[in-house]
């Protein structure tokens, strides 16, 4: 073969691969984009390496899949050779997102968001990359918002008016409900816009509930910088009554969680969240997916395809191995009705009472008194549901919490 005519020809299919790639990029989960699409393709195919980033405000201390979303979509974008931010809200969380909330958020102490963001980069790496020749930044936004001064704000503030900040919806809904709004909040959009205006970014990544706060940066970098700001809008990982997957629902799978416990929550729930979830919160390729949703209307057992996405997820986060141990642990438990291997073990004092020593398992002592009080809480060697939280254990006890945790309870 002539050389010149090979080489011309890997060209060829090396640029067919990158537009393949781009092209996932701009669709995959996406549901918006601005200015367009159009505008951002030309962008990732000009040869100009970018920047985009994630803002995450720690308001809780763990990520959770709702939060690997956009996670993914970064690291998508850093895979395609361009610089990658992960900022972490810890201004900016002490102020509290309105987004859509109908009462005022709880303010954080600055310390409170620093302990819950202790674990955001070794959770986010499970999916970004921060070594190699092109890492993923971890940045804070009180490197910049703390240095503002008055005279800092009151300029800012001049960029954005009245009207562009009370049509959100949710500011209207209060209103309509009689209810306050406090200043605080009309802040927040600002000072969050402000991010992209001190890193000076190309665009910006996050979930369709931050789409305001993503345009008011974008207005802002326009406006202070004369630069014009790409954002990726993702669609949002929702149960089937269409409310997000996340920590104000109640129904998240959180990233500190173990392997069995995040299979066993994915297997819990409902069909109609399989193809989303394979779409939004895996690298599975779309041509496997393509192939899932066929399989799933020609009648294979959804059982069979949630077992693949729950191990799927648990690999993403907690490796292969740990991950078909888990699924080993599920099948044997609620298939065989046997119990999992390496069940977590503490040891209590005699007369020890339940909540005292088990409310760490369930998250709070409120959460496990829930789940006592509704007969989530089972010995499993004689059946028998626990209903009393002060239960006093007076031998050594294998106990089931909720549907998925298992514990031995070893009387000393």
Not at 148 to 170: E, H, N, P, V
Not at 282 to 292: D, F, G, H, K
Not at 294 to 321: F, Q
Request: proline content about 4%; overall charge positive; glycine content about 8%.
């Amino acid at each position: 073969m002539n050389p010149l005519r090979a080489t011309m020809g890997a060209m060829r299919n090396k640029i067919t691969e990158k537009e393949s790639l781009v092209e996932e990029f701009l669709t995959r989960g996406v549901e918006k984009i601005y200015p367009d699409r159009d505008f951002l393709r030309k962008k990732l195919l000009s040869g100009e390496t970018l920047s985009m980033y994630l803002g995450i405000d720690p308001t809780g201390p763990t990520l959770h899949l709702g939060s690997v979303v956009p996670i993914l979509k970064l690291a998508q974008f850093q895979k395609l050779g361009h610089k990658a931010v992960l900022l972490v809200g810890d201004f900016t969380a002490t102020i509290g997102d309105p987004t859509d909330k109908l009462a005022a958020r709880t303010p954080l102490t600055r310390k409170q968001v620093l302990e819950n963001s202790k674990q955001y980069k070794k959770q986010t790496s499970a999916i970004l990359d921060f070594g190699g020749k092109n890492p993923a930044k971890l940045k804070y936004n009180s490197k910049w918002l703390n240095a503002l001064s008055m005279a800092d704000i009151a300029k800012l503030l001049s960029f954005i008016t009245y009207a562009q900040t009370i049509k959100r919806d949710m500011f209207q809904r209060r209103i309509a409900e009689g209810k306050d709004l406090y200043m605080n909040e009309f802040l927040y959009p600002a000072l969050q816009g402000y991010d992209s205006v001190a890193m000076d970014v190309d665009g910006e990544v996050g979930g369709n509930d931050q789409t305001f706060n993503m345009l008011m940066g974008r207005d802002l970098l326009k406006r202070m910088r004369h630069k014009e700001k790409f954002i990726v809008v993702m669609k949002l990982l929702v149960d089937q009554e269409g409310k997000k997957m996340g920590k104000t629902e109640g129904n998240m799978v959180s990233l500190d969680e173990g392997p069995e416990e995040m299979f066993g929550k994915v297997m819990s729930w409902p069909d109609t969240l399989i193809l989303p979830t394979f779409e939004l919160c895996t690298a599975v390729p779309l041509t496997e997916i393509t192939q899932i949703k066929a399989d799933l209307a020609g009648g294979i057992n959804p059982r069979d395809i949630k077992a693949r996405l729950a191990e799927t997820i648990v690999a993403m986060h907690h490796g292969s191995a740990k991950a078909m141990l888990a699924k080993k642990n599920f099948s044997a438990v609620f298939s065989k009705k046997s119990l999992p291997e390496n069940i977590k073990e503490v040891e209590v004092p005699k007369e020890a009472a339940l909540i005292d020593h088990l409310a760490v398992f369930a998250g709070s002592r409120t959460r496990f008194r829930r789940l006592v009080e509704t007969g989530s809480v089972e010995n499993v060697e004689t059946g028998e549901k626990i209903f009393d939280p002060f239960y006093k254990l007076n031998k050594s006890i294998i106990v089931r919490i909720g549907k998925h945790q298992f514990l031995k309870i070893s009387v000393r």
